[in-house]
């Protein structure tokens, strides 16, 4: 089956401090992995995404993301957290003519302690 | 600039009223879908369509039904809404490989 799990469902760091954020997928075909983040009461925002290639991806706000297939996992990383990245963290994946459909996660909610 | 745009943005109604919930993109894509999202649970696939009068099933389309009679327009329908439809709706377009991902802001339905 098809699936995305993200194990932490709220995460608290301090200002400053390293942030990794877990996600581990199940999917059948070669996927096409996505980190989206959701500020209080807005809508979604892409971060980044993975189809192929290098393995370590760049996103937007200082974020990275690691694909290790042998794991099939796709971790979201940041060196060092600002306040404003408290928000909900959702990891997606799809695939090439799959509809367009994205399976998603069930969200990481992180705060940012000062 | 390339969009998703949804209408309402909010909406409060009470049970068995029908409504519908726009969606429009502007990017020509072939594929469309509406996902839910739910505390603790993420968001999850309503329905989707891969063109202009082809439409399927997602994964929780029970209550819901759609359209897709212009490639730009995928409108959301409830029927007879209920109050376990009370969610934050998302409307998205993707090109064909799935690797081009475009969300709309969301609407927030509150069913009483």
């Known amino acids: 089956a098809q699936s995305v799990t993200q194990p932490d469902i709220h995460i608290t760091v301090s200002e400053g401090a390293s942030l990794e954020l877990r996600c581990n997928y199940s999917y059948g075909a070669t996927p096409y992995l996505f980190w989206y983040v959701q500020s209080p009461g807005q809508g979604l925002q892409l971060l980044l995404k993975y189809f192929s290639g290098d393995t370590l991806v760049q996103g937007i706000k200082g974020f990275e993301a690691e694909f290790k297939r042998s794991q099939s996992s796709f971790n979201l990383r940041k060196p060092s957290v600002h306040w404003s990245d408290a928000a909900e963290y959702f990891c997606?994946?799809?695939?090439?003519?799959?509809?367009?459909?994205?399976?998603f996660g069930q969200g990481t909610e992180l705060s940012v302690k000062p | 600039e390339a969009q998703v745009t949804q209408n309402p943005r909010y909406l409060i109604t009470v049970t068995g009223k029908k409504l519908t919930v726009t969606c429009s993109q502007n990017m020509n894509h072939e594929y469309m879908s509406w996902y839910r999202q739910d505390p603790g649970l993420g968001l999850r696939q309503i329905y989707y369509?891969?063109?202009?009068?082809?439409?399927d099933k997602g994964d929780v389309p029970e209550g819901y039904k759609v359209s897709r009679k212009e490639k730009r327009n995928f409108p959301l329908i409830l029927e007879s809404p209920s109050p376990n439809q009370t969610s934050l709706y998302f409307c998205?377009?993707?090109?064909?490989?799935?690797?081009?991902?475009?969300f709309g802001p969301g609407t927030r339905l509150t069913v009483t």
């Open positions: 998205a377009s993707s090109d064909r490989t799935g690797a081009e991902q475009y």
């Open positions: 369509s891969m063109n202009v009068e082809v439409t």
């Open positions: 997606a994946v799809g695939g090439n003519n799959q509809g367009g459909k994205l399976i």
